[in-house]
């Protein structure tokens, strides 16, 4: 089993090793925490937009969620801009 472990720890830093100088690895913890802020900032600008556009004459709860739903998206939106910035640097 510590063979295996072996391997693995050999395989890893073999796999750094072939990346280019200048490259940028993305890893799979990244893909999932960028596909999560994605995943949250397109659910609350669709729900933003839901709001706005199904609701006649929306109460001022209905606003107020809106314009949570629609800061949640920007927020989003700013974290998505700022991993992929973070990564390529």
């Known amino acids: 089993m510590s063979e ?7 395989s890893d830093s ?3 090793e072939q990346v280019p ?5 993305i890893t799979s913890h990244f893909k999932l925490i960028f596909l999560s802020v994605l995943a949250l900032t397109v659910f609350s600008l669709c729900g933003s937009l839901a709001i ?3 609701i006649d004459k ?4 209905a606003k107020a ?8 998206a920007q927020m989003g939106f700013g974290a998505m801009v ?3 910035g ?3 640097a």
């Open 4 to 10: 295996n472990l072996a391997d693995a720890a050999v």
């Open 14 to 16: 073999t796999t750094a």
């Open 21 to 25: 100088p200048g490259s940028t690895v």
């Open 52 to 54: 706005a556009l199904l």
């Open 58 to 61: 929306p109460s001022e709860a």
């Open 65 to 72: 969620v809106a314009d949570t739903c629609l800061t949640i």
């Open 82 to 84: 700022g991993l992929l």
């Open 86 to 88: 973070g990564r390529a």
